[in-house]
């Protein structure tokens, strides 16, 4: 089964400065990549997704970016503010041929991302 | 709109004991989801549905049972808790979409200890 490793486990960043998140997986078949955002007390929230048929997608102040070769992809949130502080997880799905299965995503284990004023 | 509930939000159970979540969606979503959120684990899958009347194993089954009488709820059971399954519970739910890559909208979560 797929397998997704997300670095690093927490960040802190200064107000206004980038923060990047990593996420490597093993399956090669995977072709979806989504970011969900969890706040204190809250269920995570989709923030960014992308397939794999591209290489970068960018969302304001958030963009994410995919190397097939490498198998990884990359969270990037420029600006940072404070209420970006939350944690952060990146998850993976393999290539489904049949619709209709159900979206199985693998999660990373989260990142704790902190904007220090 | 209220998405997906969960409830109860909290709960302290002793070994041995049973109970049910419950999740509730008012999306009209085909697709439900449980998974469990563990300190350094991330969300792993437990069981989930892609439609009314039909249930699925995911990463994590051991210990838990679900059913889907009706389309919009999602029931997790728990037979004879053990410490293990302490942990918070998210119910999650999705459209049925192409290539099966539709955002998950998650509940709050349910917060269980097994003592």
């Known amino acids: 089964g797929e397998n997704v490793e997300q670095h690093p486990s927490t960040l802190s960043v200064q107000e206004g400065d980038s923060a990047v998140i990593k996420c490597t997986y093993s399956?090669?078949?995977?072709?979806?990549f989504p970011w969900y955002k969890q706040e204190l007390g809250k269920g995570p929230q989709l923030i960014i997704d992308?397939?794999?048929?591209?290489g970068e997608k960018k969302d304001q102040r958030i963009a994410v970016t995919l190397n097939k070769t490498a198998k990884h992809f990359s969270l990037h949130i420029t600006e940072t503010q404070p209420e970006d502080s939350a944690v952060y997880f990146c998850?993976?799905?393999?290539?489904?041929?049949?619709?209709?299965?159900?979206?199985?995503?693998?999660f990373g284990t989260g990142t704790q991302l902190k904007v220090e004023l | 709109n209220a998405g997906v509930t969960q409830t109860p939000k909290f709960r302290v159970l002793k070994t041995g004991q049973s109970m049910t979540l419950l999740c509730a969606q008012d999306?009209?979503?085909?697709?439900m989801y449980w998974y469990r959120q563990d300190p350094g684990m991330g969300l792993r899958l437990i069981h989930y549905?892609?439609?009314?009347?039909?249930?699925a194993k995911g990463e994590v089954p051991d210990g838990y049972n679900v059913s889907r009488l009706k389309k919009q709820n999602f029931l997790l059971g728990l037979e004879s808790a053990a410490p293990s399954q302490t942990s918070v519970y998210f119910c999650?739910?999705?459209?049925?979409?192409?290539?099966?890559?539709?955002?998950?909208?998650f509940g709050e979560g349910s917060r269980l200890t097994v003592l």
């Open positions: 549905s892609v439609g009314e009347g039909t249930t």
């Open positions: 999650a739910s999705s459209y049925k979409t192409s290539g099966n890559t539709g955002e998950l909208f």
């Open positions: 399956d090669s078949a995977s072709n979806y």
């Open positions: 998850a993976a799905q393999p290539r489904t041929i049949l619709t209709g299965g159900g979206n199985k995503l693998t």
């Open positions: 999306m009209n979503h085909e697709y």
């Open positions: 992308i397939r794999s048929n591209v």
